[in-house]
């Protein structure tokens, strides 16, 4: 094969994994906007929401650690058109549990979904860090800006569907299908996967990455960082519809705020890293994401909140990709170590949804939200383990004194 094939393979490739990570991220959020109407359908209070959205947490901590080896075996494209599968199931289900008014039906939805999107989301950051290799440039907050805009994407279908009446399980079917037909064309054009030879063991084992501090430090990275995102996601428009007493239309916009600046973010996150390091961007964002909550949670009224929500958004954009480019800095133990690092991250969204329901259901859901400064400073004190294994010029994994 010829050097120009090889660039016009990458650059397929390159294409192909952006449209995957704006596929995941449609397919995530096109309920998570409307969490009142599906929280209102099926009758719930706000600790009882929290403990469904526990069922979408827990399934994902469960998964995520087997999808690593998963990858290993079978390849980045199998594990994604795996994952993706179970989240079209999972979203079918929760449509039919929200229309029937059955919360056990919706919670086995979310386990599907959960599940899912954990051999999603770490099959995905493995084919994108090798990409972001190959190319020899940063672009994982790229593809992360991809994720991002298709939760914008998500956030204005539901915004509109909530505005013309129609009803979730509805919205739920038609995201169902369209992400299942987008990908089964793009994992098509993934990099070839390369097995290993028979009798050949891989060169890392869970257990391995698992005793690795680095790994450890950058999974507290991606659970500061992820908490911080995630409370944003499950709980911004039910904090202005609850909180501000504003519609669900305004809800819904408030949340399409926060998912805005986390794509303007990542799409130029990039610049940022290869000029000042990854552990400066962390710290800048830092301090951003603080900022934007201490301005959510004032009860100032809803213009300072959709102002919060901007920098709330920017604040948490780049914590999970510079985490998954940490974790995958060595190609020959990517898969297991993003696994790993992943399942610590994702303990932010098991422990996230039902903490701040719990405290919701006591205190309110703003002042439920100020345990998300706790979420900030574990990233903050955590963000030095973020530093490239090796230094070379000219590579994604090039960084500056931070």
């Known amino acids: 094969m010829t050097a120009i094939d090889d660039r016009a393979r990458l650059a397929t490739a390159k294409v192909a994994v952006g449209v995957t990570f704006t596929a995941n991220g449609l397919a995530y959020a096109g309920w998570l906007a409307r969490a009142p109407a599906v929280r209102d359908d099926l009758h719930l209070s706000a600790a009882g929401f929290g403990l469904l959205l526990l069922c979408l947490s827990a399934s994902a901590i469960a998964a995520i650690p087997l999808a690593g080896p998963l990858v290993q075996r079978v390849g980045p494209a199998r594990a994604v058109m795996l994952g993706s599968g179970s989240m079209v199931l999972g979203l079918v289900a929760l449509g039919s549990g929200t229309a029937l008014g059955s919360v056990p039906l919706a919670g086995a939805g979310l386990v599907l979904a959960g599940m899912g999107n954990s051999t999603w989301d770490v099959a995905m950051n493995v084919e994108g860090a090798d990409v972001e290799r190959q190319l020899g440039r940063t672009v994982m907050p790229r593809f992360h800006a991809g994720f991002s805009l298709g939760t914008v994407l998500g956030a204005g279908l539901s915004a509109a569907a909530a505005a013309s009446g129609v009803a979730v399980s509805t919205q739920l079917f038609f995201t169902a299908a369209l992400t299942a037909a987008v990908m089964a064309v793009v994992v098509r054009r993934f990099l070839p996967h390369q097995p290993l030879p028979d009798g050949q063991k891989p060169a890392m084992n869970v257990r391995q990455a698992w005793r690795e501090p680095r790994t450890l430090l950058i999974g507290m990275i991606m659970l500061g960082f992820g908490f911080t995102e995630g409370a944003a996601n499950d709980w911004l428009a039910i904090s202005l519809v609850d909180g501000y007493h504003a519609s669900e239309t305004v809800g819904a ?72 480019s940490a974790a995958a800095d060595d190609p020959l133990r990517a898969a297991i170590r993003v696994s790993v690092a992943g399942s610590i991250g994702y303990g932010a969204f098991l422990a996230g949804p039902p903490l701040i329901g719990l405290l919701a259901e006591q205190f309110g859901v703003l002042r439920a939200l100020l345990v998300v400064f706790g979420a900030v400073a574990i990233g903050l004190a955590a963000s030095g383990a973020a530093r490239p294994l090796h230094r070379v010029d000219g590579a994604a994994g090039v960084d500056h004194p931070g």
């Open 253 to 324: 916009l408030g949340f399409g705020t926060f998912v805005t600046a986390m794509t303007l973010a990542r799409l130029f996150g990039g610049y940022g890293i290869e000029r000042w390091g990854r552990v400066t961007v962390l710290r800048i964002t830092a301090l951003s994401a603080a900022l934007g909550l201490l301005l959510v949670v004032s009860g100032a009224g809803v213009p300072l909140v959709l102002l919060g929500a901007l920098l709330w958004g920017a604040g948490a954009s780049l914590g999970f990709p510079i985490g998954m």
